[in-house]
């Protein structure tokens, strides 16, 4: 029997949307049109007598594709649609929860599609329908926010357009077409047999990729001599991608990086990048011959077919790890003969693996262009004493209890409860007598706003406050709507000495990156070099190593929104947290978001959360409404 989950419908949100629409500018563009789709998840393998589902000759490897394509199909929309997404898991053991990277889903608290926190995952062969007004204009991703299953090819673009800003216009008349340069790094063992490593005792390492793929096309050097487990059509001819361009045109390339682990640098042989968007913020345009980018990170830059006509390498080149396979990309001008390329190179210069010039240059000319459109820009000059201040170091520690090797924050290792913690936090305001945010959560652990033991953070945690975290379960932060938050995430070594980068992504919000540096961060000093005129404004940013990064954001959303390092195993180890903003502004939840909790898997009972829930209740304000002050106490049935 096929279960039906559907989150709230837009009908229930149109007599709040003036509110929304005059946080993000324009409210003529209010349900221009909806736009649906339908995406199946299926496990496939890729077998000898069929390989073409292979991305790189590899054969054999468990895959989780949509539609059946790496990376996934686009989901595209303007600003101000209303996005119907129809969501199947075919998977026949496997559940699934489908995240929108970048968009803040502002009203839409169960849309998230995080799993464990805005709803339970949706489990084998169900369905589950996303619906939601696209706000966020940008280059964003979607993927699997379950475990690690987003590693298995279970991701791909978001492109929101919006037609009415004037700075989307000038930005348009730049460039004559576009395309997406989506980034990879591919394991060949699945994501929950690398999970299974990183939860075992001894711990096992993920290690390298076995190769890097760019739109769904890569080489495992092994199998160019041929092997059991290698397509026997294997050759970068076949399958590493190109890109067509024609001479004297300029392109923006949408580049997202979705990789598992590494951070890269992307280049093409003898072509200039101009960088003009960073995850939905137009920036002053500047010039580089290499990006970086971090796991989860996008940015569009323009580059023009100005080289003599033929075909270049667009290669990546690894950031912040020793090594790590190349990823390759042709481009190819089409009124040129096609020149043979060699995996020999010449490749484009990029840095080395470790040169953090680069990373600093970039971060130092990202500047927002139209700041004082953000109806936020204030909070760049709010009294410091008005702002709520957290510093978060990220530790590795062993667990007191398992002895697993574990990443924590604030001494704090973040696990993943059975129970949706929106849900745990909707009924906890809804049966204390406290007022949020003095109202305990069950079950979860309270990340201190400040690190419980401080100490120079370039030492070995071991000479500090040891190597066994402090405590571990659902990791919250209580905030409330109205406050400015300024959060220093402070980067401090492995318990193997190693200072690692990690990159950050928080749901729900956008932010200001205010400030970054190296060392630890001093807050009488480190404040000076702050940026608050025209900071980039983004929602995923890199943890140099040995780095701090502050960034500053108002609370506008009610919901539970992760915050997380985007590296899986990273965040399946417990580098992580929820804020937890104002429950008691949320609607009750619909049967969506707790229905594991239920016995019942009746499509009749799932279907109840359409509009109203049955309790007269508005999905976002909570309201009481005329139907809800005579409407019946639905009983849940728990498992």
Avoid at 572 to 596: E, H, I, R, W
């Amino acid at each position: 029997m096929r279960f039906r989950q559907i989150l709230p419908s837009a009908s229930s949100f149109m007599a709040c949307y003036a509110a929304i629409g005059a946080m993000h500018g324009d409210t003529s563009q209010v349900y221009a049109k909806t736009v649906e789709y339908t995406w199946r998840l299926i496990p496939r393998r890729a077998q000898k007598k069929d390989p073409s589902l292979s991305p790189d000759c590899n054969l054999n490897r468990h895959m989780l594709l949509v539609n059946d394509q790496l990376p996934g199909p686009a989901l595209e929309a303007d600003v101000g649609d209303t996005v119907k997404l129809t969501f199947i898991n075919e998977s026949p053991s496997e559940g699934a929860a489908l995240h929108f990277h970048g968009l803040d889903m502002l009203g839409y608290p169960y849309a998230d599609g995080s799993s464990s926190v805005a709803q339970c995952a949706l489990g084998p062969k169900q369905t589950q329908v996303y619906e939601f007004i696209a706000l966020d204009a940008g280059t964003h991703y979607w993927h699997g926010h379950l475990s690690m299953d987003r590693a298995d090819g279970f991701q791909g673009p978001i492109i929101i357009s919006d037609p009415k800003s004037k700075y989307e216009k000038e930005l348009k008349a730049m460039y004559d077409d576009e395309a997406v340069v989506f980034l990879q790094d591919w394991y060949h063992m699945s994501g929950p047999e690398r999970r299974t490593g990183l939860d075992t005792d001894p711990f096992i390492w993920i290690g390298n990729a076995q190769s890097f793929l760019i739109n769904g096309g890569g080489v495992y050097s092994s199998c160019l001599s041929g092997g059991d487990f290698c397509a026997d059509n294997c050759s970068p001819d076949n399958y590493i991608k190109s890109l067509d361009v024609v001479s004297g045109k300029t392109y923006r390339l949408r580049i997202i990086s979705g990789t598992e682990l590494i951070g890269v640098n992307f280049a093409i042989t003898g072509h200039k990048l101009t960088v003009v968007e960073v995850e939905g913020a137009i920036v002053e345009p500047f010039e580089v011959s290499s990006l970086d980018i971090m796991p989860a990170q996008r940015y569009s830059v323009l580059v023009t077919a100005d080289q003599t006509p033929g075909s270049y390498w667009a290669t990546t080149a690894v950031r912040y790890r020793s090594t790590a396979p190349r990823g390759y990309l042709v481009m190819n001008y089409v009124d040129a003969p096609s020149t043979p390329l060699s995996l020999e190179g010449p490749f484009p210069e990029q840095p080395a693996w470790d040169d953090v010039e680069p990373s600093i240059d970039l971060e130092n000319q990202l500047l927002t262009k139209n700041i004082d459109d953000y109806d936020d820009a204030d909070i760049l000059n709010a009294d410091p004493k008005s702002i709520r201040r957290m510093i978060m170091v990220g530790t590795q520690a062993r667990d007191l209890v398992t002895n697993q090797l574990r990443w924590a924050m604030n001494n704090v290792s973040q696990t993943f409860p059975s129970e949706p913690l929106i849900y745990s936090a909707y009924k906890a305001v809804q049966s204390s007598d406290s007022s949020w945010p003095d109202v305990e959560i069950p079950g979860t652990v309270v990340v201190p706003d400040h690190p419980p033991t401080p100490w120079n953070y370039t030492e070995p945690v071991q000479d500090s406050v040891g190597i066994y975290n402090g405590a571990r379960g659902p990791a919250v932060v209580h905030i409330s709507e109205g406050e400015v938050i300024e959060l220093i995430l402070q980067n401090a070594r492995a318990l193997n000495g190693v200072p690692e980068m990690h990159s950050w992504h928080t749901h729900g919000f956008k932010f200001y990156v205010v400030g970054f540096g190296f060392g630890t961060f001093d807050e009488t000093t480190d404040q000076e070099s702050y940026n608050l005129v025209n900071p980039v404004r983004r929602d995923t940013v890199s943890l140099l190593p040995l780095g701090w990064t502050a960034i500053r954001f108002r609370v506008n959303n009610p919901g539970v929104w992760p915050f997380h390092c985007t590296q899986p195993s990273h965040s399946m180890m417990g580098m992580g947290f929820q804020f937890v903003t104002s429950p008691d502004k949320l609607s009750p939840p619909p049967p969506g978001a707790y229905n594991c909790l239920l016995t019942s898997l009746d499509p009749a009972d799932a279907g109840q959360c359409l509009d109203d829930g049955g309790d007269g209740k508005d999905h976002m304000k909570g309201k009481k409404t005329k139907k809800g002050k005579k409407g019946k106490k639905r009983k849940l049935r728990r498992g």
